[in-house]
C-alpha cells in the first residue's frame, strides 16, 4: 500500500484490531492440538443426507426462484415458518414481525447501525458475547457492563447502575442481554429478573435485545419463556438463528421486532448484503415444515449433553482444587474462574504447548484490564475422546502453574527476606 | 409500539428510508404488468442444473466442512481461483488481495464502514447506482456528484471539481466508479480515463473504489482493462459479484484491494456476519474450477445480446422523436432522455396504468431536483416477445404524454391571451 492510506480509515476502523480469539483460532491447525476454544457446532450433528435432499428438491422444483434475488425481507413461508415456532415459545409475533438475516451476528450489526450513533450507551453483561463488542464497537458505543453470577447478569447491581446512570441523564440505548446459556458463562436468568428487565425497560425507556442462539440446547431442568415473551410495548427485540441447529455454515438466522422497528432493521439490511443467500433460507424452510427440526433438537441436545457430562467429569477428576465454575444446564461453555494468582493468558501459552487450548476470559470484557482469573471451555465441538485427553492435559498445566506460582511466591518471600537482609547490611554499611 | 420508540434510532437511521424503487418493485406483482424497472438477471440464464449436481457433490464429498462456519476471508479454494481469474483481466493479485463477501454490495457497507466519517466526501458520477447511495448515506457521506456522457463519467468536469475541492480542502475519501455499462447509464469508460483517474487518485491522494457487476457482460467491442490494473499504489479497490454471471440468490460476490485495506475490511466483515454462506462459495468454487463459467458467460452474451437488440429496435419503432439514447455495449441496462417538458415520475405513473414499469432517473441522483428528464430500462429480466410489447406500451404512453403537454401549453398559450383579454378589459373598466 501506499505509504499513508491508513490514514484515510474512519475513526471507528482506526479501532477495529483484529480479535484475540481470531488470532487464536489460526493456532489451532496445529496437528494434535485439542481445542476447546472455537464455538463451533459438532459437524457430527449436521443432517448432512436431509440437506442434500432437500436442496436437491429445491432445485429441482424451483431452481429458477431459489437461485434469483429474494426480497430484502425474506422468503415469505420462512418467515411465517419461525414466526409460528416462535408464538410457541410465547412471543406475540406474525410475519410481519419477522426478518431474515445472514446469521444473527447481522442482528448485532444492524442494531448498532439503527440505534448507535457515537458515544451512546449499550449494557452489557461482563462478561458478554465477545462480537457483541467487536459489533457495537464498530458504532463506536460506549459500554456499561454489569457484573454476573450463577443467575447471569446480576439484576441488583443493574438497578443501581440504572439509577446512577439516570442521575447522569446517560440512560442506555440497547441493553443487550443472553438470557439462556449465556456465552461466555454459560449461566442462565431465571424468569423474574427476565420480567423485572421488561418492566425496567419500560420504567427508564430503553431497547432490550435478546440474543438467544442457544436457547434450543438446554439438556437440564425446564425452559423458561424468552424476555420478549413479556413484552407489550414492543422494547424487545429477539435475535435467533439455524446456525447452533441447523448448520451454521447456511448463514439463516433471523430476527424478531416490532414492525416500526423491523422497517427501518429492513432499510439497513436492503443496502448491507440486499437479501439473505436464498438458498440457504429454502433449505431451512423445508427443514422446518418438513418436520425434521425438533427430531434434530433432540439429536443435538443428546449429544452435547453427553459431551457436557463428559467434560463436568472430567472438570472434577483432573483440575486441581481452587478451580471454580457454574454447571450449565444448556449452550455450549462452560465458565471457570481460576484461583487467586493464576492468569489466563499465561495459562493459555502453557497450554498450548501441551496441545490443549481454550480462550482467556479476556476476550469477553470490555475492559482490557478484566478477565484474566477466567477462562471459557468449549464442549461440543470436541469428540468424546479429547475432551477428556484434553482436560488431562489442561488439569497437568493447570497443576504445573499453580506449583510455579507457589515456587515463585517463595522466590518472592525469599527475596524479601534477602532484600531485608541487604537492606540492614546497607543500613549498617 | 411504545410511542416515541423511534426517538431512539440514531442520526443515520432517522435518514434512512425505503427507496422509490423497493416501492415500485411491490407494484410489479400486479397480473399483466412488463417490467423493465428491476437489475435482475433472466433466470433463464441459471444453470440450475449445474448448480444441483454440485451443491449434491459437495454435500456428499465434504458436507461437514460446507455446512460449518468458514472463515471470514472466505473459502481459500475459491480465493485463489478469483484471484486467477482477475489476474488474467491484468491486476496483479494474489490469494491474500481477495476477500469473498455476501454479494457485492456488502463492499460497499464495509467500505463505508471502514474509511467514512460523518460529511466525508464521497465522489460519485450523477446520476449512479442508486444502492451505492443508500450504502455510503448509511455512513453519513457527503456526496460530490459530476455529470456523465456517452464516456461515463466526464473526466473535465472530474478535474475541476477536485481542484475545486482541494482549493477547500475538502478531498474525497473516496472515488465511486461504474467503468463497465454502468448502472443506470450503460456508458464505459475509455481507458485513456481509467489512466488518467488511477493517477489522479495518486496526484489528490484519494482511494478508487471500482465497481464491475457487469464487466463480463460485454455483447460488443472489445474488452477495457479495469481501472484496478493501471494501479501502482494499492488505491484502487475492486468489487466484483458472481450474481450476474452465476446466481444472485447465492449472494456471493468479492472484493480486491490492498492488504492493508483488505485486513480492516475483514475485521468489519467479522463482526458484520462472520463469513459468506459456506454452502454458496463451495457452489461457486465449483462451478468456476470444473471450467462452467466461460461457457456460461458466452451463454449469458447471448440471451441479453439478443435481449437488447430487441429493445434497441423496438425503441426505434415505438419512441417517439425526440427521446435520447446511448447504445450500451453491454450490461443490463438503457438509459433514455426525455423530451423537454416530460417528467419520468408523471410519465411512470401513467405507464403504470397501462402495464409497463420503469425506474425514473429521480432515484439515481443524490440530489432530488435531478432526474426528472431520465428513465432507465431494464433489458435483461423481461422475455424477448414482452419486451417488445412492453415498448409499444411505454412508446404509447410517451406519445400520450407529449400530446397531452402539446395540449398544456395550448391551453397556457389560450389562457395567456385569454388574461391579456381579461387585463385589457379589467383596465378598461
Chains 1, 2 share one sequence.
Not at 75 to 90: F, V
Not at 103 to 112: F, T
Not at 170 to 175: A, N
Not at 369 to 386: I, Y
Request: charged fraction near 30%; glycine fraction near 8%.
Amino acid at each position: 500500500m501506499a505509504d499513508g492510506l491508513a490514514k484515510h480509515f474512519s475513526d471507528r476502523a482506526k479501532d477495529m484490531k483484529a480479535s484475540d480469539v481470531r488470532e487464536l483460532l489460526k493456532l489451532l491447525q496445529v496437528p494434535d492440538m485439542i481445542s476447546f476454544a472455537g464455538g463451533l457446532p459438532n459437524p457430527e450433528s449436521f443432517p448432512v443426507d436431509i440437506i442434500r435432499e432437500i436442496a436437491d428438491d429445491v432445485l429441482r422444483q424451483d431452481g429458477a426462484q431459489a437461485l434469483q434475488y429474494g426480497i430484502t425481507e425474506g422468503y415469505a413461508p420462512l418467515r411465517d415458518a419461525i414466526a409460528e415456532r416462535m408464538k410457541g415459545k410465547g412471543m406475540r409475533v406474525a410475519r410481519e414481525n419477522v426478518l431474515v438475516v445472514s446469521g444473527s451476528q447481522q442482528v448485532i450489526d444492524l442494531m448498532g447501525k439503527i440505534f448507535i450513533d457515537p458515544k451512546d450507551i449499550v449494557l452489557i453483561s461482563a462478561p458478554t458475547y465477545l462480537t457483541a463488542l467487536t459489533g457495537f464497537g464498530t458504532y463506536q458505543a460506549a459500554f456499561e457492563s454489569v457484573p454476573i453470577d450463577e443467575n447471569n447478569m446480576r439484576m441488583d447491581l443493574f438497578e443501581e447502575r440504572m439509577k446512577a446512570l439516570t442521575r447522569r441523564a446517560k440512560t442506555p440505548e440497547i441493553v443487550y442481554v443472553l438470557p439462556n446459556f449465556h456465552n461466555p458463562a454459560g449461566v442462565t436468568m431465571p424468569e423474574k429478573s427476565r420480567r423485572r428487565l421488561v418492566d425496567m425497560a419500560s420504567e427508564y425507556d430503553f431497547i432490550i435485545l435478546e440474543d438467544d442462539p442457544y436457547g434450543e440446547l438446554r439438556y437440564r431442568g425446564d425452559d423458561i419463556a424468552p424476555v420478549k415473551s413479556f413484552d407489550d410495548e414492543g422494547r424487545v427485540v429477539y435475535m435467533g438463528t439455524f446456525s447452533k441447529v441447523l448448520s451454521p455454515g447456511l448463514r439463516v438466522g433471523y430476527v424478531l421486532a416490532d414492525e416500526e422497528i423491523l422497517k427501518k432493521l429492513i432499510i439497513a439490511k436492503q443496502s448491507t448484503d440486499v437479501c439473505t443467500n436464498v438458498l440457504g433460507q429454502r433449505i431451512a424452510h423445508e427443514y422446518v415444515v418438513r418436520g425434521h427440526i425438533d427430531k434434530q433438537i433432540l439429536k443435538i441436545r443428546a449429544i452435547y449433553g453427553r459431551k457436557l457430562d463428559i467434560m463436568l467429569k472430567g472438570m472434577k477428576e483432573f483440575m486441581p482444587s481452587g478451580l471454580h465454575w457454574v454447571e450449565p444446564d444448556g449452550g455450549m461453555f462452560l465458565w471457570v474462574t481460576l484461583p487467586e494468582g493464576l492468569n489466563s493468558p499465561d495459562l493459555l501459552e502453557s497450554a498450548l504447548k501441551k496441545r490443549v487450548a481454550f480462550v482467556s476470559g479476556r476476550a469477553f470484557f470490555p475492559d482490557p484490564r478484566d478477565g484474566f482469573g477466567s477462562m471459557r471451555l468449549n464442549f461440543t465441538h470436541a469428540s468424546d475422546e479429547l475432551i477428556t485427553e484434553g482436560l488431562k492435559r489442561l488439569g497437568a498445566v493447570v497443576n504445573q502453574e499453580m506449583v510455579s506460582k507457589w515456587d515463585r511466591s517463595r522466590d518472592a518471600v525469599d527475596a524479601q527476606v534477602m532484600d531485608a537482609v541487604k537492606g540492614n547490611l546497607v543500613g549498617k554499611s
